[in-house]
């Protein structure tokens, strides 16, 4: 009997309809049950491609002893975090602050108030580890809520408490200078990991935002060591096993220092932010290398998580069959030499053991090997190598392939629109930016109402009922900006200014400028998140800054210059001290130290041969968030093409930062050293 999921659109959530647990969504009417039955609420968050979620749900939430105790002892309430970002961030704070650390599954047990009281994140069936089971932590909160319920609300209402009054170190409210951009380097300088790239020790995840600052800074500054550092990560990364070596695309993360053996799931998130770090790569240095992943990653977006509507999927899981019938972590894409030898038969399989650096050992488990690159590609024949991958692609492809998480989540999107959209122009690629346009259309037609107003996510068509929260209006509108400058389109800038009207009215504080993660209007949780640190994904606060920013850049709007300054003040707080978690807010600080720079190109026509390369050139120069409008003169669709004529009727570019302007060039190397200058 299916309980109260089955009516949700989050596939995590329909994935728990059938246990027997009877779980709620997050909604009022649980708490209201909870009151009425006078029995604590037991939150579950996770999300669809959780390998630990998927554990704990095998282990106790379909186990029938489990369920019944649940069922008689307390309201069950479960939550999606990729669907309800907002709860998920309040109670993770509250987990974070009370035990020193988090994770997913994350179990919390709740008053019928919402107040957090007892904490933890995976418990097993029976005690390990130090670990008590499932069923003892059940059994001792549901004691201590009818034995001393006094000492419990005074526990919840303390930590409520103490939450409220963990009010963000806001800085001064200005930017960081170059000062404070020199100290951010010089600290990751000493956390960077000169052997094996990267930063810190494992697990290690790809620092694409970091990355995005090293290649910004080195562009302002000509700093060597910060180019260095991200060509040399960007390529370890690029030849070990996070990275799909046959099909390309990203994993979550490293669990060792190596980039070896990847957490196999996949993230629309992390494939889109790397995918433009690659190509922003490639743009700076002309690497091949990069221009390769780049284009390998934008087409695994495309292939394998572009939805039937034209937006993109959430994930893929890290589990997948391993042939037996049992889910078993990243079966869909180990080998062993065996494995090797009957497809390839035993010359090519020779090579690939070589070439993919699989060993009869393993560098996995049970003698597998995750497929890298650790040898230098000039020592094998190329045609034979490709030949190889085909092959070996085909063959993956007959295995049980890994769930995909369908639901199609705003913010994420508008990375997935930034990315393709400049991949796609980068390197002649139209239909990659014909999927960012489609993907940007369906955002329009389904998760945005007639104000404007984003919803969350959507899946198989249908909107959901969750409101967007910061990062969805920031993201989708840098998005839009993004696709703006590469289409030549005025429309995607004037939806990118609606939404961001709402990040200046509904979620900035009108005295200090600090942002919150959710509306002034949303639904109230035990306190309204706001986190700047920029984490697996720019943080909503320095995303949103971004974008204000290059709105400000195309329009010349002082309103949203200004609150873009203001937000940029907690990284100048922060960005010295834990750079590792500003990085896009100290990418967006370049932006505003270079200007950032305004490019207008005008011709007589967009398909003219020489606009185009003009406009190419724009779009390829490595001022740090430089804008670029494109269009015919007189035209009416990007304010940067005002009063633009042509010079003596040729097609023309003008480049302006700090209310001063270059003189018009209609010479591509003459706009291309301007814009590299």
């Known amino acids: 009997m299916p309980n109260r999921l089955a009516h949700e659109t989050s596939p995590y959530l329909l994935q728990h309809a059938d246990n027997p647990v009877d779980w709620w969504p997050w909604s009022d009417e649980a708490f209201e049950e909870a009151r009425r039955r006078d029995v604590p609420v037991l939150l579950s968050v996770g999300y669809s491609s959780c390998h630990w979620c998927h554990v704990m749900a095998r282990e106790s939430f379909e186990d029938g002893q489990t369920a019944e105790y649940l069922n008689a002892h307390y309201v069950s309430v479960k939550v999606d975090r990729e669907e309800r970002p907002d709860v998920d961030a309040v109670y993770m704070e509250a987990v974070q602050a009370a035990t020193g650390h988090g994770g997913w599954p994350m179990t919390v047990f709740l008053t019928p108030e919402a107040e957090p009281f007892y904490f933890g994140t995976y418990f097993p069936p029976e005690p390990r580890q130090?670990?008590?089971?499932?069923?003892?932590?059940?059994q001792g909160v549901s004691q201590a809520w009818q034995e001393r319920r006094e000492e419990v609300t005074e526990v919840a209402g303390k930590i409520v408490r103490d939450l409220a009054g963990r009010e963000i170190s806001y800085g001064d409210a200005q930017t960081p200078g170059e000062q404070e951009l020199a100290q951010a380097l010089l600290a990751l300088t000493r956390e960077y990991d000169p052997q094996r790239g990267g930063f810190g020790g494992a697990p290690k995840f790809p620092p694409s935002m970091v990355l995005e600052f090293l290649l910004r800074h080195h562009a302002r500054t000509g700093a060597e060591g910060a180019l260095q550092m991200?060509?040399?990560?960007?390529?370890?990364?690029?030849?070990?096993?996070?990275?799909?070596?046959?099909?390309?695309?990203?994993?979550?993360?490293?669990?060792?220092?190596?980039?070896v053996v990847p957490h196999f799931e996949k993230m629309l998130y992390d494939n889109a932010l790397l995918c433009r770090v690659y190509a922003h790569l490639w743009r700076a240095t002309g690497s091949e290398l990069a221009r390769r992943v780049a284009l390998e990653t934008a087409d695994f977006m495309v292939r394998e998580l572009r939805t039937n509507e034209g937006g993109f999927a959430s994930a893929l899981d890290a589990d997948s069959d391993d042939g037996t019938g049992r889910h078993v972590e990243g079966a869909y894409y180990v080998w062993t030499p065996g494995q090797l030898r009957e497809v390839l038969g035993e010359q090519d399989a020779e090579v690939a053991v070589r070439y993919f650096g699989v060993t009869e050992e393993g560098t996995f488990e049970h003698g597998q090997s995750v497929l890298q690159l650790p040898l230098e590609d000039g020592l094998f024949d190329a045609e034979r190598i490709t030949s190889i991958r085909e092959r070996l692609l085909a063959a993956r492809a007959e295995r049980p392939a890994p769930g995909r998480d369908d639901k199609v989540v705003a913010a994420w999107n508008g990375l997935a629109i930034a990315a393709l959209?400049?991949?796609?122009?980068?390197?002649?690629?139209?239909?990659?930016?014909?999927?960012?346009?489609?993907?940007?259309?369906?955002?329009?037609?389904?998760?945005?109402?007639?104000?404007?107003?984003?919803?969350?996510?959507?899946?198989?068509?249908?909107?959901?009922?969750?409101?967007?929260?910061?990062?969805?209006?920031?993201?989708?509108a840098e998005g839009f900006l993004a696709l703006a400058s590469v289409s030549g389109e005025g429309v995607w800038l004037e939806f990118a200014g609606f939404l961001l009207d709402h990040v200046l009215a509904r979620f900035a504080d009108p005295e200090s400028g600090a942002l919150f993660d959710t509306a002034a209007d949303a639904e109230r949780l035990i306190r309204r998140p706001q986190d700047p640190t920029d984490n697996a994904t720019p943080s909503g606060w320095s995303a949103a800054a971004g974008a204000l920013l290059s709105y400000a850049a195309h329009t010349g709007s002082v309103p949203h210059r200004t609150a873009a300054e203001k937000a940029l003040g907690v990284v100048k707080a922060l960005g010295p001290r834990v750079p590792r978690f500003t990085g896009w807010g100290l990418a967006v600080a370049e932006a505003v130290l270079d200007g950032p720079?305004?490019?207008?190109?005008?011709?007589?026509?967009?398909?003219?041969?020489?606009?185009?390369?003009?406009?190419?050139?724009?779009?390829?120069?490595?001022?740090?968030?430089?804008?670029?409008?494109?269009?015919?003169?007189?035209?009416?669709?990007?304010?940067?093409?005002?009063?633009?004529?042509?010079?003596?009727g040729e097609p023309s570019a003008y480049v302006c930062r700090n209310f001063t302007c270059d003189a018009p060039t209609t010479d591509v190397e003459r706009l291309r050293a301007v814009l590299s200058d």
């Open 597 to 648: 720079r305004e490019v207008a190109v005008v011709g007589p026509s967009p398909a003219d041969a020489g606009t185009r390369a003009l406009h190419r050139t724009a779009l390829l120069g490595t001022a740090p968030g430089a804008v670029v409008a494109v269009g015919v003169p007189g035209s009416e669709e990007f304010p940067l093409l005002s009063d633009r004529p042509l010079v003596g």
């Open 130 to 138: 130090g670990m008590p089971s499932f069923r003892q932590v059940l």
């Open 230 to 259: 991200a060509a040399d990560t960007c390529e370890r990364m690029a030849r070990g096993g996070i990275y799909d070596q046959l099909g390309g695309g990203f994993a979550r993360y490293s669990v060792d220092r190596d980039w």
């Open 421 to 476: 959209a400049e991949t796609g122009a980068y390197f002649d690629r139209p239909d990659l930016v014909e999927a960012a346009l489609a993907a940007a259309d369906l955002l329009v037609r389904l998760h945005l109402d007639e104000q404007a107003r984003l919803t969350r996510t959507s899946k198989d068509g249908h909107a959901g009922a969750n409101a967007g929260v910061l990062e969805d209006y920031a993201d989708v």
